[in-house]
């Protein structure tokens, strides 16, 4: 496949969507393509009245889509002595830490501030004029980042929510990671108002994705490893107490939708091979229950997905899988 996005009609394609209760029809496809040496785009984050949006690939840059006629164009970058004849075009299987791998990010409608977690790097925000993204924390409580992973912005409150996929594995060690069964992922949540960071839960599965709800009462929050969503309640009776809501399919980054609903970009084990994955796109709700599911095999194969994104009346699909031919 080649490199690109897709939308349902990006991630190399977006889908457009009809309104059946657990079915999607494809009506038209389409497919953004990066730049010629750009590969493996992993999340997104979109402005609310242009539908332009923000994604990070694997030799570390941020790019910015602006539109048809001018496509996408670099935007910012999280490793300080990021050299782009060393860095641009890096190979999707080996992220390089002197050239950042931003991977999940979210940007603040109101501030127009965008908030990365790089793997390399740890937590930051970008400015509207993009350039370096700016440290805002690489440890908490003690422990430094070793894979900041999603982000998740609640835009009531401008309060940042994002997951530190693993404490004890980074990017490049990520197949030992799975190999052991790793649990030692967390959620944190940045404080605006106080700029502060802190640690809401421990002990996750590999934290892949974050979304919270539009009243901030609870977390979604993905385990890759683990195969399950677990909900984390942020206030009210029992506060940071979970339980999981979805067991299977394999689970990635998490997006919330205007309806309070969510897309799971997710993976499962094809039944008629036994082997091979199927890649999916799963809306859930709040409970974990399925609403809607897409069958991502046809522009995929078995490559997974990595981010479900609703924007206007289609769906934009991203694979940090997906490089060159």
Not at 95 to 103: D, V
Request: charged share 20%.
């Amino acid at each position: 496949m080649a490199r690109s996005l897709t939308f349902m009609r990006i991630a190399a394609s977006i889908f457009l969507l009809c309104c059946l209760p657990t079915l999607v029809s494809v009506i038209s496809l389409d497919k953004l393509r990066l730049p010629r040496n750009a590969a493996g785009p992993e999340a997104m984050t979109f402005e609310l009245r242009t539908g332009n949006f923000f994604t990070g690939v694997a030799d570390g840059r941020i790019l910015k889509y602006q539109g048809p006629t001018i496509g996408f164009v670099d935007f910012g970058y999280a490793a300080p002595t990021r050299s782009k004849s060393m860095c641009d075009g890096t190979d999707i299987l080996k992220p390089n830490p002197i050239c950042g791998r931003p991977l999940g990010m979210a940007l603040h409608h109101r501030t127009k501030r965008l908030y990365v977690c790089d793997a390399f790097y740890g937590f930051g925000v970008l400015e509207p004029k993009g350039g370096f993204v700016t440290p805002l924390s690489t440890a908490a409580e003690g422990q430094p980042f070793r894979f900041c992973n999603a982000v998740y912005v609640h835009q009531p409150t401008g309060n940042v929510y994002f997951t530190d996929a693993s404490s004890a594995f980074d990017i490049t060690q990520f197949q030992t990671a799975v190999s052991v069964n790793d649990s030692t992922g967390r959620l944190l949540k940045y404080d605006v108002g106080s700029k502060q960071v802190t640690v809401l839960f421990r002990n996750l599965s590999f934290a892949a994705g974050v979304a919270v709800d539009k009243d901030e009462k609870f977390a979604l929050v993905s385990e890759f490893i683990g195969n399950k969503t677990r909900k984390i309640w942020l206030h009210g009776h029992k506060p940071y107490e979970s339980e999981i809501v979805n067991s299977l399919p394999t689970p990635d980054n998490i997006k919330r939708t205007r309806a309070d609903d969510f897309w799971l970009a997710a993976a499962r084990i094809d039944r008629r091979t036994e082997s091979s994955l199927l890649p999916l796109g799963l809306r859930i709700n709040g409970n974990g229950d399925v609403l809607q599911t897409v069958n991502l095999e046809l522009w995929y194969g078995n490559n997974s997905v990595s981010e479900v994104e609703e924007f206007g009346f289609k769906l934009y699909i991203a694979s940090r899988l997906v490089g060159k031919l």
